[in-house]
């Protein structure tokens, strides 16, 4: 798998969770990321974006304050911390790349993904 996901568990609402999400295959730097996840019975939704530097970020309005993005691309990894998190941010979360800078939150400009990691967050 080109992208592998970890760091997902169970919590109670208001506690915290770092997800992970490490390349292998390719170098990291050369792609945007972006964290999705997806409940059941839901369309996938983007949830975090950074650019291939690490300088600009974007957030879906539902997790603007309390979950960050961030990389470190010597590690060829990806990380989302969650904080405060709520019973709706259950879902399986997956981590993809793409190289344009366009179109971030659809699914269907991303070719490479993880398998994903399970969050449920009891309330």
């Known amino acids: 798998m080109p992208l592998v996901e970890s760091g997902g568990g169970s919590v109670e609402s208001g506690g915290s969770l770092r997800l992970s999400c490490v390349a292998s295959g390719f170098q990291l730097n050369m792609y945007d990321m972006t964290w999705f996840r997806q409940g059941p019975g839901k369309e996938r939704e983007a949830v975090a974006r950074i650019d291939s530097r690490g300088r600009m970020t974007n957030y879906a309005d539902s997790v603007k304050g309390r979950f960050t993005i961030s990389r470190d691309n010597a590690k060829n990894t990806l990380y989302l911390q969650m904080d405060s998190l709520k019973p709706e941010d259950s879902a399986m979360y997956y981590c993809?790349?793409?190289?344009?800078?366009?179109?971030?939150?659809?699914?269907?400009?991303?070719?490479?993904w993880g398998q994903g990691t399970q969050v449920t967050v009891a309330s």
């Open positions: 993809a790349a793409k190289q344009d800078i366009h179109g971030w939150n659809l699914p269907s400009r991303y070719r490479i």
